[in-house]
């Protein structure tokens, strides 16, 4: 009898720690990951690229799981551009990861994730960080970028540049011109290029740049018939692209290489120069050149500068209300979002990405970086939030693009890209 | 003489014939108990069958009329508009359907032409012409998508198709920069990728051609065209008819191979309509576009195989 008492008792009592606990950890907390009595393996879905390998991001899970006994994080990674349609392959399956990212969250689809704006953390966040408040679906925080990237700059090779007699760097699409015949004097290729995502974001990087200074909600204008892709900046913008196919200085094959083969051809002095955006300072880190590396600011269409950057979220975390483990999840995403040192920092880092304020150490080509976006507007990219473009639309962009190649003049692939978004607007899901 | 007439047999009679019998139809338990042998054999594979062929089927019928997008539990009835869609030009699936037809006609010629010629000059015994076999089919083994990836290496603008052509003194070819090419360079990459099967089943199929037949015809004076042309051909008809058809079908659903070759592009000129459905439909979350490419496929495939079929077994049938 009084074994079964002293039983009953054990078990009352562990019963309760484990309420307290998860009353305790329930609880919103600052910037520090609380510990709990949840157990669970969590699944986190990740973007693997060159420079964010599976060590990266498993260092990442070690920190969470060191606060959180009885949790395991397993790593899902899927790579490149089927990042996002991977995720909805998961979660459309049945087997949706908890913590994710690459899906655009739009006013169609938010109601698939959970809204964090009840968690007086991401209110906080919000409140510091205005990537979030881009993101924001009427009112609702769905994801909580944790860094960003700035997409309209432009690597040069130094020393190929003091070759050329280049002294300062163009600010100006006729300086730059200029700077490229002088580059394909010395008989190397101006610009590096590749098919895949490349050519459309340059394309994107060369327009944005200068609709920028006048019009953030270009999407939202274009949905509603008020601007257009031709007889504006984009076709400029692909006017000039096609100027410098035709005379070579973007090499004629170049959408039949990969992405990550011109990335490695600059790396080794192939190439002048490389508009990308400043993910690639990870490459730059991963892959020291033998030749050093400078970056400036895409130029404006009008020559007014400083030319506003656009950004876009590098570490984007979402959760889909599929998620089996969602309290563990919205924990993780917490400690995902604002543990700078453990969880923001080593990614940024790998991925050459920033934040408001550096978390390591840059060398001479993310102070460039730096300085570039504290001398200009950053200003939140397109696609994000209310302002959104039809699902597709940078897949469409990118294969549209290279009708520049086969001849099609910039007037008509303006003209295949507002039929496209005409019939597509509205599919934002 | 006593004649006597063979008494017909006699049949057992009817259960509870006469008076107040009641007639109980068919045995029905006794058809239970014959069939549930092949019910019981059959059964595994036929559930395995329903719930990864019929299911998804009927599902992606179903799907093909709402506005799914793969990731709410909710989706909205729109009619045919997705089947609008699919038969629209720009956004729709008209060009990758052009694409399509293009490679799978090309290919299937390509493919039968060439392992036929092969079965030809292979069918002889010898571990040289063993070893030729084993060197046209290994392509078969290797997956489309590293088949993709491999003749991307060699074709791209700094591949070494490029440097051997230059090293040739001649020009940059356009490989898989040119839509033309590009495709051009699929149907070769595809027929590379394929020959082995082929000349697999068409050597199978010469082997069973009884060999006094062709000594029959070499006695009578008849020259190889003529024994290819009169005796094995017509006796080659019923392989002829699954090859042309198994490659048929296989070509309508390429996408792996275009997927890494070439990506669809340059401009999207060599999308396929499977990669139409999966690369775009699926990767933007247009479940319902994507669906709707997919049953349009399907009865494109199923009408193109039948008509082939029917016309191969009126051809075998005037030949026999």
């Given amino acids: ?429 | 003489m006593v004649v006597t007439a063979d008494r017909p047999p006699t049949l057992p009679s009817p259960v509870g014939t006469g008076a107040g019998a009641v007639n109980r139809g068919p045995d029905i338990s006794r058809w239970l108990r014959s069939a549930a042998p092949t019910a019981t054999m059959a059964g595994p594979a036929f559930a395995l069958f329903t719930i990864l062929m019929i299911v998804p089927l009927i599902m992606a019928i179903c799907y093909s009329f709402t506005n799914w997008n793969s990731l709410s539990s909710t989706l909205q009835f729109v009619g045919l508009a997705n089947y609008r869609k699919v038969f629209s030009g720009g956004a729709g699936m008209m060009r990758p359907l052009v694409v399509t037809g293009v490679l799978s006609l090309a290919g299937t010629v390509v493919i039968n032409v060439v392992a036929v010629t092969l079965a030809m000059l292979m069918n002889r015994p010898g571990r040289l012409y063993k070893l030729y076999r084993s060197a046209v089919f290994y392509p078969y083994v290797v997956s489309a998508i590293i088949s993709g990836f491999l003749w991307s290496a060699i074709l791209n603008p700094q591949g070494a198709a490029e440097h051997l052509l230059h090293g040739l003194g001649l020009g940059a070819a356009p490989f898989l920069t040119n839509g033309n090419w590009a495709v051009g360079c699929l149907v070769l990459v595809i027929s590379w990728n394929s020959i082995g099967f082929s000349l697999v089943l068409y050597l199978a199929g010469m082997q069973t051609i009884p060999s006094e037949l062709i000594e029959a015809g070499q006695v009578d004076g008849a020259g190889p065209w003529r024994r290819f042309h009169d005796i094995i051909w017509p006796l080659l008809s019923s392989t002829v008819t699954v090859n042309i058809v198994l490659v048929l079908i296989g070509l309508f659903q390429t996408y792996a191979l275009v997927l890494a070759l070439t990506n669809g592009g340059p401009d999207g000129q060599t999308q396929t309509v499977a990669y139409q459905i999966l690369a775009i439909g699926y990767a933007n979350g247009e479940l319902g576009y994507a669906c709707a490419g997919s049953v349009v496929l399907m009865v494109g495939t199923a009408a193109l195989a039948a008509a082939v079929i029917g016309y191969r077994r009126r051809k075998e049938s005037s030949l026999t």
């Fill in chain 1, 1 to 429: 009898m009084k074994r079964r008492s002293t039983k009953r008792l054990a078990a009352l009592a562990a019963a309760g720690l484990a309420g307290a606990g998860l009353v305790g950890c329930s609880a919103p907390h600052g910037t520090s990951s609380t510990g709990g009595n949840k157990t669970g393996t969590l699944i986190w879905y990740v973007n693997k690229t060159a420079t964010l390998t599976p060590a990266v991001y498993q260092k990442v899970a070690d920190g969470f799981t060191r606060t959180h006994p009885g949790v395991k994080v397993r790593i899902i990674n899927q790579g490149g551009q089927g990042t996002g349609p991977y995720f909805q392959t998961l979660i459309s399956s049945g087997n949706s990861p908890d913590v994710g990212t690459g899906i655009a969250i739009t006013p169609q689809n938010a109601k698939d994730f959970v809204n964090l704006a009840g968690q007086a953390w991401a209110r906080q966040a919000a409140a510091k960080n205005p990537l979030i408040r881009d993101y924001e679906i009427n009112k609702g925080i769905y994801s909580t970028p944790a860094g960003y990237q700035i997409q309209d700059l432009i690597f040069y090779n130094k020393k190929l540049f003091a070759k050329a007699h280049i002294a300062a760097v163009p600010t100006t699409y006729s300086a730059l011109t200029s700077d490229m015949a002088k580059l394909a004097k010395l008989g190397v290729t101006p610009m590096a290029d590749s098919g895949s995502f490349i050519a459309g974001s340059q394309v994107m990087a060369m327009a944005l740049s200068t609709i920028y200074q006048h019009n953030l909600l270009w999407e939202k204008d274009k949905s509603a018939g008020r601007v257009s892709f031709a007889h504006g900046p984009w076709q400029q913008a692909m006017q000039i692209y096609r100027q410098w196919i035709q005379k070579g200085y973007i090499d004629k094959g170049a959408v039949a290489l990969q992405y990550n083969t011109v990335d490695n051809d600059f790396l080794q002095g192939k190439y002048g120069m490389y508009l990308v955006a400043s993910w690639f300072t990870g490459n730059i880190a991963q892959t020291p050149p033998p030749f050093p590396v400078g970056v400036f600011s895409v130029p404006t269409l009008d020559g007014k500068t400083p030319a506003p950057q656009a950004v876009v979220a590098a570490f984007n975390w979402e959760i889909p209300t599929a998620a089996k483990h969602r309290t563990l999840a919205e924990e993780f995403v917490h400690y995902l979002s604002t543990n700078q040192k453990q969880a923001i920092a080593p990614l940024v880092k790998a991925d050459g990405d920033f934040t408001q304020k550096p978390l390591y150490h840059l060398d001479s080509v993310g102070q460039a970086i730096q300085k570039i976006a504290s001398q200009t507007k950053v200003e939140g990219v397109p696609g994000g939030g209310e302002n959104v473009e039809p699902n597709g639309f940078a897949t469409y962009m990118d294969q549209v693009v290279q009708g520049l190649w086969g001849g099609k003049s910039a007037a008509e692939v303006a003209h295949e890209l507002d039929t496209w978004w005409n019939s597509n607007k509205g599919s934002s899901s």
